[in-house]
């Protein structure tokens, strides 16, 4: 009996945010990143609450970082956190390239 040949972007929507509740945010980005199919989770409810969670456990938060969680007006409030765990993530890579310098 021949097994299918089955992918891990083959698993349905609902069973990928199943796996996403497991991630933290960071994982969940390099998750994202690794499957681009699966881009679309980062603009679902469960990544935002993610995303709010780990948020919550920073230890510092610089005026970029605070205007995208809390900004004044915002047409997508579901993207604010994924956008300020990227701009973040983004920063931390940096200062680690000054590092090994």
Request: hydrophobic share 40%; charged share 20%; net charge positive.
């Amino acid at each position: 009996m021949m097994a299918t040949d089955f992918k891990i972007t083959d698993l349905p929507r609902s069973l990928s945010l199943e796996i996403c509740k497991h991630l933290t945010a960071g994982d969940l980005l390099n998750f994202c990143h690794a499957f681009p199919q699966w881009k679309y989770l980062l603009s679902t409810r469960t990544a935002t609450e993610i995303a709010n969670r780990d948020i919550q456990n920073w230890s510092w938060i610089d005026r970029n970082s605070y205007g995208l969680i809390f900004p004044m007006k915002s047409s997508n409030v579901y993207n604010n956190p994924i956008k300020a765990l990227l701009y973040r993530q983004n920063y931390q890579l940096t200062i680690e390239k000054f590092k090994t310098e």
